[in-house]
């Protein structure tokens, strides 16, 4: 995000005589926290280099469907709009409770549907099915077990999984599977919640079985270990298409941890990573950071962008909002709500970059 908007500032193309500002709240991802960030993007301070009035224009995110419900619902009575990279739920499409809400990745209405004709190409008519209990599994399972009926699939079982679960719960899925009579698992959930369920399964060497992905987790890297792929080792799903954006690698390699008050992003990788600390007064051993470590000379998540699918929605998102904002220039919009007079540059309404 923030090597779009840097890339938007320095343009003499789009937006010429605007600077885009911006604010980062990490959510972990938890609803009460993205709800709170939601609010303190709303009613918080701002910094001191940004001009009044401190309208939030624009929300970027959130990655999980339940979390970016709780902001979009915070964000419509205000008519800010909310953009999602990740949120798939096609319960968002929603325009009566979602009035603002806008997306750069497809609706589950349409992968829910694709799953179960998938599932039918293959002569698959009797199957298990595994979610995520949460707005993203339920959801999007219950399209795929209303569409699955239509195609003539059967579905043994339908169960749901959380990462929060007791380790009881995972027993007891792991002991359905295993008495199911189905060799095919569909599975419609987060990265995170299938990942547990998989090393459970492993453990308890329950393999041969087909698995069918939905895009929560079907090319989540960090979920085909190699224990796990043991068990989903030729699993096939939709995925979202993966993309290139030009200089990124290099913008990520070149990033600095900052020590400025509210913007130590960086830090607590940066420590991680090179094994130092950067406060002086610390009783830990790892020596001192000095801030001019290399990442280029590291292989971290941070800097691995060899599959950009959701970082190029991201990358659409900002661009969407700058186009927004681009044409409230006076010379491209013309406002109906006020006579057709032009946009007010220095006081741009959220509702007039939707």
Not at 39 to 60: F, Q, R
Not at 139 to 167: Q, W
Not at 175 to 189: E, L, P
């Amino acid at each position: 995000m923030i090597f779009a908007i840097e890339e938007i500032n320095n343009s003499t193309e789009l937006l010429p005589g605007f600077t885009l500002g911006y604010k980062i709240f990490g959510s972990c991802p938890s609803v009460p926290l993205s709800v709170g960030a939601s609010l303190a993007m709303m009613n918080g301070p701002v910094s001191e280099s940004c001009v009044t009035p401190n309208t939030v224009h624009a929300v970027i995110g959130e990655t999980t469907s339940t979390a970016t419900i709780g902001i979009a619902r915070t964000m419509g009575p205000f008519h800010i709009p909310v953009l999602s990279h990740s949120a798939t739920c096609a319960c968002l499409s929603n325009r009566k409770e979602f009035p603002s809400f806008f997306r750069t990745i497809p609706s589950d209405y349409y992968q829910s549907r694709a799953l179960a004709k998938l599932v039918k190409h293959f002569g698959w008519t009797w199957v298990g099915a595994i979610r995520s209990r949460s707005d993203y599994g339920n959801d999007g399972m219950a399209t795929f077990l209303n569409a699955a009926e239509k195609e003539g699939v059967c579905v043994e079982y339908s169960l749901a999984i959380y990462r929060t679960d007791p380790h009881e719960k995972f027993l007891e899925v792991v002991d359905v599977i295993k008495q199911s009579t189905s060799r095919v698992i569909v599975a419609f959930a987060d990265g995170n919640d299938l990942d547990i369920l998989l090393k459970e399964l492993f453990l308890q060497n329950v393999t041969g079985f087909q698995w069918v992905g939905s895009e929560g987790w079907i090319t989540y890297r960090y979920v085909a270990t190699q224990t796990n792929y043991a068990v989903v080792g030729g699993a096939v799903g939709f995925a979202v298409p993966n993309a290139v954006i030009p200089g990124l690698k290099e913008f990520m390699l070149d990033a600095r941890p900052s020590m400025q008050p509210g913007n130590r992003g960086l830090v607590e990788m940066w420590e991680s990573v090179f094994e130092c600390s950067f406060d002086p007064h610390s009783h830990s051993t790892a020596k001192a950071c000095t801030g001019e470590e290399s990442l280029g000379d590291t292989h971290t998540r941070f800097t691995d962008v060899s599959d950009a699918s959701l970082l190029n929605n991201i990358y659409k998102a900002v661009y969407a909002v700058a186009h927004s904002l681009d044409e409230l220039a006076c010379e491209n919009y013309r406002d109906p709500f006020a006579n057709q007079s032009c946009a007010n540059k220095n006081q741009i309404e959220p509702w007039q970059v939707w």
